[in-house]
């Protein structure tokens, strides 16, 4: 079943009298349950911009959007940000229980679903600290325990893992799959780690240098469990990874070029 259909989307902005082609006739239809990744090599080439106008928090200039929504009662998405997507004056157990609540669901629910994901993040015993009294990586698990607990239609994930040491960012991975596992959530997810690409994605989806198009849509049929050993040994891994590495090489070199020019 289709659940993200995206058509011939395009997206610019004027900046300072500059015109910015941001994203160019983007078409794509991303499954019920599967986790893309949308993976980009060079900066700037519009996978915030994709995120953004799926999130509802910018609007196309042109092309079309659809969200198949199979629960009329949730939420479209939840995104999580690489940083500050918390709230500093809520305490971890309220930042997690924050979307729910904004939905005037019965209290007992709310509080049943929060301990629920609360475990499943691993924040329990953390649950009455405030955010200024957490680590890098348990925030981002707050963020991820609010995202799922908000039971949206899909996820939008903005590297979300992106500013935590290696350690925490195996662990997280690993965690996001076990709940993405659990819950068959539709994920859209950027990054740009190829490693991170591998071990996460059904899909992953090369992006070009600007304007943003996708210049290359990868099935993962690797089995999982996966793990990031497997992805560092696995030969059909490692295939996959020289290939997207060649492509991603030319696209920054284009970026390159564009920029001096
Ligand atoms: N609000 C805005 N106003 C003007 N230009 C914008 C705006 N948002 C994004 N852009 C421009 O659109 C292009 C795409 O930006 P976007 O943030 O989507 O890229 P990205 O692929 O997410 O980049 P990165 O990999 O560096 O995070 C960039 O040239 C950026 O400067």
Same mark, same amino acid.
């Given at each position: 079943?289709? $659940?993200?259909?995206?058509? +011939?989307?395009?997206?610019?902005?004027?900046?300072?009298?500059?015109? *910015?082609?941001?994203?160019?006739?983007?078409?794509?239809?991303?499954?019920?349950?599967?986790?893309?990744?949308?993976?980009?090599?060079?900066?700037?080439?519009?996978?915030?911009?994709?995120?953004? !106008?799926?999130?509802?928090? +910018?609007?196309? %200039? %042109?092309?079309?959007?659809? !969200?198949?929504?199979?629960?009329?009662?949730?939420?479209?998405?939840?995104?999580?940000?690489?940083?500050?997507?918390?709230?500093? #004056?809520?305490?971890?157990?309220?930042?997690?229980?924050?979307?729910? $609540?904004?939905?005037?669901?019965?209290?007992?629910?709310?509080?049943?679903?929060?301990?629920?994901?609360?475990?499943?993040?691993?924040?329990?015993?953390? $649950?009455?600290?405030?955010?200024?009294?957490?680590?890098?990586?348990?925030?981002?698990?707050? %963020?991820?325990?609010?995202?799922?607990?908000?039971?949206?239609?899909?996820?939008?994930?903005?590297?979300?893992?992106?500013?935590?040491?290696?350690?925490?960012?195996? !662990?997280?991975?690993?965690?996001?799959?076990?709940? #993405?596992?659990?819950? $068959?959530?539709?994920?859209?997810?950027?990054?740009?780690?190829? +490693?991170?690409?591998?071990?996460?994605?059904?899909? *992953?989806?090369?992006? %070009?240098?600007?304007?943003?198009?996708? *210049?290359?849509?990868?099935?993962?049929?690797?089995?999982?469990?996966?793990?990031?050993?497997?992805?560092?040994?696995?030969?059909?891994?490692?295939?996959?990874?020289?290939?997207? #590495?060649?492509?991603?090489?030319?696209?920054?070199?284009?970026?390159?070029?564009?920029?001096?020019?």
């Amino acid at each position: 079943m289709t $659940k993200i259909e995206i058509t +011939d989307l395009s997206k610019h902005f004027i900046k300072k009298n500059k015109y *910015i082609e941001a994203l160019q006739n983007i078409s794509l239809t991303i499954k019920q349950g599967e986790f893309v990744c949308l993976l980009g090599g060079p900066s700037g080439c519009g996978k915030t911009t994709l995120l953004r !106008i799926l999130a509802n928090l +910018d609007k196309p %200039s %042109s092309g079309d959007i659809v !969200i198949h929504q199979t629960e009329k009662k949730n939420p479209l998405q939840s995104m999580v940000f690489q940083e500050n997507g918390v709230i500093p #004056w809520l305490t971890v157990e309220e930042n997690v229980a924050f979307g729910l $609540k904004m939905r005037h669901m019965p209290q007992s629910f709310i509080k049943e679903r929060t301990e629920y994901y609360l475990q499943k993040v691993g924040l329990t015993n953390f $649950k009455h600290l405030y955010p200024k009294e957490l680590s890098g990586g348990m925030k981002q698990r707050v %963020s991820i325990g609010r995202a799922f607990a908000n039971d949206p239609e899909i996820l939008l994930m903005d590297e979300p893992f992106a500013a935590l040491d290696e350690q925490n960012k195996f !662990i997280l991975q690993e965690e996001l799959l076990s709940i #993405w596992q659990e819950t $068959k959530k539709t994920v859209l997810f950027i990054t740009h780690s190829i +490693d991170e690409a591998l071990l996460l994605s059904d899909r *992953i989806l090369l992006m %070009s240098a600007q304007p943003g198009q996708i *210049i290359k849509d990868i099935s993962i049929e690797i089995e999982r469990p996966r793990s990031i050993e497997k992805v560092r040994s696995d030969p059909k891994m490692t295939k996959i990874f020289l290939d997207i #590495w060649n492509h991603l090489q030319s696209e920054v070199k284009k970026s390159r070029l564009l920029n001096e020019s």
